[in-house]
């Protein structure tokens, strides 16, 4: 399965508060603002492939922009992390270069970690369509994943049938749940695992069971 495909399958999967907008003209608040943090984009090498959007409360937006290179032969992206309020952009975050990735995509793009600023829980493509899971924390000044960290080791995917989510309780989320394939550190075979959110942007040790969310 290619990328593209890859990322059809994620978009379908983002909820209510996470829209994908690949350059489809609109008049809502968030297709206004995603247009507007395009724009930002002037340069033939740097392509805004797609923006994610999630607004926040007080009705500020905020836009995540998978950066595709524009250069013939050159496959590499990042992610960009914007606000949108009163007519005006700022960029806040943004990530390395990831060299080889073809498609950014977003499985959720909310506020995962009950800061205030939107997460990213999504995957990145090779032009292969193979695919892994990131978790891009948004109050990071610079957007690093935080999953190799939490599961170094594992060997974690994302392919259309093993998508990562986020899981819920009463008070909001609380735990990550993402595909690990055998051999891992824990000696389990293939399966899911459970990374608990800990305080801000910090997650726990793979479990195999997934934790009571309270």
């Not at 309780?169 to 891992?184: K, L, N, Y």
């Amino acid at each position: 399965m290619n990328a593209a495909k890859v990322l059809l399958l994620a978009t379908a999967l983002v909820g209510a508060c996470a829209r994908a907008d690949r350059g489809a003209a609109g008049t809502g608040p968030t297709e206004a603002a995603a247009a507007r943090v395009r724009r930002q984009y002037t340069s033939p090498e740097l392509v805004p492939a797609a923006a994610y959007t999630w607004t926040a409360p007080d009705g500020t937006v905020f836009v995540l922009v998978d950066v595709e290179s524009g250069v013939e032969g050159v496959v590499q992206a990042r992610a960009d992390l914007w606000m949108a309020g009163d007519g005006a952009v700022m960029r806040l975050a943004r990530s390395d270069v990831m060299p080889e990735a073809a498609t950014i995509g977003a499985f959720a793009f909310e506020d995962i970690s009950g800061d205030g600023l939107p997460d990213l829980l999504g995957y990145v493509a090779d032009s292969a369509g193979t695919a892994y899971p990131i978790f891009l924390p948004g109050a990071r000044g610079m957007l690093v994943d935080a999953l190799p960290e939490a599961a170094a080791g594992f060997r974690l995917t994302a392919q259309p049938e093993q998508p990562a989510r986020v899981l819920a309780g009463p008070h909001g989320a609380c735990a990550i749940q993402v595909w690990a394939e055998a051999p891992s550190p824990d000696s389990l075979p293939s399966g899911w695992r459970y990374l608990a959110l800990q305080s801000g942007e910090h997650l726990g040790p793979p479990a195999s069971a997934p934790p009571t969310c309270q």
